[in-house]
């Protein structure tokens, strides 16, 4: 019987394993290509994996919430139309020896001797799941084994993932919290006096009538990445206030136009793009990251583009070498993430790599605001809504006052390493290249 065997893909270079949420399929029903089979979860995006062949789900090793290693076996399809289940698997846990395979040596009483020694001498391996009936993937087990984390003491961490797993960021997180020693006094006596940290969050009981809403694991995510955020990056928001009524009346003028011929909408966000893409290469400072002492410049300009979904939560996004492409190239790789972004049909690798994230405030009639940076950047942009609004315009024959498009910018950025000076010229240079838009360009 010829089988198939369906891995789990590689999702991203800095991604080890992932969750099966759910399978789309069952055991003995026919499969086509490319149909998605199950939909798993990262810490970074959910997705689907689609079949790469055509023929009956054999079997299934793993059940849904397990959590995967990338490269293990997960499903077995039958090729020739015959759904039988393989006695013989392991359920993704080690592959049977192959006949060509050379057989191993027989152990001796010395060898099994040494190996029990060795396996005493070894730290205890923990279980995939706890008392509590959680399962704990490889990639937290192998830290918790490095950190000398306790079962216990595993058990009582709250996790962020999928039915309060614990993923990688929940684990490092809570090391960073034991690490810190309480503070200690002593008394009269000598004694010491212990003082325990306390929390900043106020427990908050909920009274009656009220309405208990358990964050979804993207909003976990979020809340955990906002937080080291601020904890991470000394955050300095500047605002400047710019006339884009040259850019409004180019965009008017060609929408419709790109829309007959593209089949799509021409919005703001690329040309916004456009700008920041030129102004990273003008402030590479500003296209860079912080590691201890060591400032990274990046070589790639690749900038995220938040987007909210329908569920409320967010996602970036990001255009890989943004400065490589045009308008034209820009417009379709926004339309093109934020669609899929919206039907939850991204790619691991398409919201990794961000060197600079822009927000655009505007969609939601906001006239600027003091966005968080999406670590490990050092900058990001928040575009505010464009108003008509009364002005007062400068010209040969004096000050008159004129209708224009005004709108904000604010950028925030890490004061570790960005000066109130150079991040208020960088934000000025995208105010310029905005401003003083070529009407006379097409695309």
């Known amino acids: 019987m010829a089988k198939f065997e369906i891995v789990m893909p590689r999702l991203g270079e800095s991604i080890t394993e992932a969750t099966i949420t759910k399978w789309l399929k069952k055991p003995g029903e026919s499969i086509a290509e490319d149909e998605p089979i199950a939909e798993i979860a990262t810490d970074k995006v959910d997705s689907e994996i689609p079949s790469p062949v055509e023929g009956i789900i054999s079997e299934f090793l793993f059940e849904e919430g397990e959590t995967v290693e990338i490269g293990k076996v997960i499903a077995i399809i ?65 830290i918790a084994k490095e950190e000398g984390i306790t079962m216990v003491e595993l058990e009582n961490i709250e996790g962020s993932g999928k ?56 909003r976990k995510l979020i809340l955990q990445h906002m937080i080291a955020s601020k904890e991470t990056s000394v955050h300095v928001t500047s605002v400047i206030e710019i006339d884009v009524t040259n850019l409004v009346n180019w965009r008017n003028k060609y929408k419709k136009v790109f829309e007959q011929r593209e089949g799509e909408k021409l919005t703001f966000t690329p040309i916004f793009i456009q700008a920041i893409a030129k102004t990273l290469r003008d402030y590479p400072i500003l296209n860079s990251s912080v590691s201890g002492d060591n400032i990274i410049l990046r070589k790639n300009i690749n900038i995220g583009m938040a987007a909210a979904l329908p569920d409320g939560n967010l996602i970036v996004p990001v255009i890989k070498n943004a400065d490589h492409k045009n308008l ?27 060197t600079f994230t822009i927000t655009n405030l505007g969609t939601f009639d906001t006239i600027f605001g003091t966005p968080i940076i999406n670590q490990p950047q050092v900058a990001i942009l928040g575009t505010g809504a464009i108003k008509k609004k009364p002005v007062v315009l400068e010209t040969e024959h004096g000050d008159t006052i004129g209708i224009r498009s005004m709108m904000y910018l604010s950028m925030s950025y890490d004061h570790r390493i960005i000066d109130g000076a150079l991040g208020g010229m960088a934000l000025k240079r995208i105010g310029e290249y905005l401003q003083n838009w070529d009407v006379n360009q097409t695309i």
Not at 124 to 134: D, F
Not at 176 to 190: C, I, L, M, S, V
């Open 78 to 142: 039958s090729l020739d139309g015959e759904a039988v289940a393989d006695d013989s698997s392991t359920h993704g846990k080690e592959a049977p020896a192959k006949k060509d395979e050379k057989k191993q040596p027989e152990k001796t009483e010395k060898t099994e001797l040494k190996e029990r020694i060795n396996e005493a001498e070894e730290i205890e391996v923990l279980p995939a799941k706890g008392s509590s009936g959680r399962f704990y993937s490889p990639l937290v087990r192998n």
């Open 328 to 354: 034209l190239g820009l417009a379709k790789s926004v339309n093109d993430l934020a669609v899929r972004a919206r039907n939850n049909k991204l790619q691991p690798d398409e919201i990794q790599g961000g």
């Open 163 to 218: 039915d309060n797993r614990i993923t990688k960021d929940d684990i490092l997180a809570y090391l960073k919290t034991r690490k810190e020693k309480p503070a200690e006094k002593t008394d009269t006596a000598g004694q010491v006096i212990k003082i325990e940290k306390t929390s900043h969050a106020p427990d908050v009981k909920p009274e009656k009538g009220d309405e208990v809403l358990a964050m979804t694991r993207l």
